[in-house]
């Protein structure tokens, strides 16, 4: 999977994310799915999605306590915030990540 | 999945784990290549067992490991594991040993949607690869039930997780917090199905006990008792480190128990070496320094003594011997004595035989000394004291270990039956008992039995002087034996009679020699009497010749007197 940023918009939060995948298996990919959907329907200019083949880099990992994958971490704004699965229950991805929906 | 098959019916390969006596009671260790559960209730040693078999792995067997700590942070396993004298940072920076925090916190995870615990196979995929290990420990993997909610996928990760340990080869162990009704909470016991080990942590009479059990060990032996375990400054140690089996080598060769007289009471030359020897006694009877002279007796041979004392400080017994003219300091600084003494009560009673064989282990003295196991009761039942000091018996007649073993017995009851059946298993039965008589009480000694001896039937009067002990023979009297002051008493009659004699005897020479001077005086009388009459007699001899010579004097005169007449004619004629 290639890494991917895009710019971010001016003005309000920013939100940097990374997602740990390991390689593209079935959940990677819907995991992927998913965010760029709630990325770009909640966080629409402002956001950067980083994904992070832990299967390429198992030193990343264990540098960053990844247990389950796969895991998306909201590394700004503070405080860090992890949420592990595939983001298809949009519901609690968007609590976790208290993102507030686009009104 | 596949490789669990790889030798189905050959006997299973074990890893040893360097743990002592587990290794023994297992038949060499855990199944190779395959996960064990480990379970237990909270400080139980889980986790030490687990390391132990990993840092042992690594440093005795080539073996090296990765540890994926759950609860407890590298730091903190470190400094915990640091008193047994493991060193897991020089072990990690010799790539022996990789340790994985893997952090679980509900606080800081959110769920949405699939996972699966992939990460965790990377992670220790990577260890694993990275210095060749052959052993994992996860500890204690249900930590993640609680920081992660969807039980089934969990469950089914953990399934995938121990196929994919046997996959990849490692002999892994896998912690478990002992659950209710079940061995672990998660019930971990499903998916491990090979081996199953149990271990307990309890408390019996204020006193603790560690105990371990193989639940399970599918397609070996194992023994399926529960055997006592401990763990000290050496780390983990599960009993009996010794087997039971009756093999010792003998030897003909016998050593002093520092009592000549009681040498000479056992067949004339001691106790064989290797034997072991009861001391039993009432309280006074002089227990302690009859083992402070068998001490003294081995390091005057230029031989190591322990002595373990569960009565009296070190001090106390060095000074108290002292008194008594055993000077046992000087050993104990030249190295070949050591006295340790320890409360019972200070731990249980598997905690006391696993020191007391550690240290012989390490010390291989060549007498060891007990003083006394009465006290022990205060900690074991007489089964679980018997139990233990059979299997001390057979840990020292194994290395050829002689042992003493004071024991002490109250006052009323028989004194023929030790209060915990040892008797048996001993080779030698020295009894120490009051003898009361004429308001006095002494001690006695006698040899009750001693295998392979011709040993003495006669109970010895046993004293306590300042030049250290004596036996004495006892004077056997009209009442029964006599001892202290009867027999000082007795002694002093025997001295008086002795006196008597020779004063009569001397008198009686006297008189002969009296008698004898008289009779010389007699014959010196006599001979003076013989003499007399000798002188006499020479006298009158010399008196008749003088009066012959002047007879025939005058004859001659009256002849010439007579003239020419014929004179001559008258004589011829009358």
Known sequence: ?103 | MSSAQAEPELGLQKAPTGIEGFDAITYGGLPKGRPTLVCGSAGCGKTLFAMEFLVRGALEFGEPGVFVAFEESPEDLATNVASLGFDLADLQAKNLIRIDYVKVDRAEIEESGEYDLEGLFIRLNHFIDQIGAKRVVLDTIETIFSGLSNQAILRNELQRLFHWLKDKGVTAVITGERGSGQLTRQGLEEYVSDCVILLDHRVIDEVSTRRMRIVKYRGTVHGTNEYPFLIDEEGFTVLPVTNMSLVHSVTQERVSTGVAALDEMLGGEGVYRGSSILLTGTSGTGKSSLCAHFADATCRRGEKCIYFAFEEAVEQIVRNMQTIGVDLRGWIDQGLLIIQATRPMHHGLEMHLATMQRMIARVQPSTVIVDPISNLQSIGSNMAISAMLIRLVDFLKARTITALFSNLTSGDQNREMTEVGLSSIMDNWILLRDIELNGERNRGLYVLKSRGTNHSNQIREFLITRNGVHLRNVYLGPEGVLTGSARVAQEARERERQALAKESYERQRALSERKKRALEAQIAALQAEIDAEDLLATSEARDEDARLTRSKDDLQEMLSSRTARNVMNNRQGE
């Open chain 1, 1 to 103: 999977m290639t890494e991917m940023a895009l710019a971010p918009g001016a003005g309000m939060d920013k939100y940097i994310l990374t997602l740990y995948v390991a390689g593209q298996t079935q959940k990677s990919i819907a995991a992927f799915a998913n965010l760029k959907r709630i990325c770009e329907e909640h966080l629409e200019g402002r956001y950067s999605i980083n994904v992070v083949d832990v299967a390429k880099h198992p030193e990343v990992a264990i540098e960053h306590q990844i247990l389950a994958l796969p895991t998306l971490v909201r590394q700004v704004p503070k405080p860090i915030r992890k949420l592990i699965g595939d983001l298809s229950n949009t519901e609690k991805a968007l609590l976790a990540m208290e993102i507030s929906p686009a009104t």
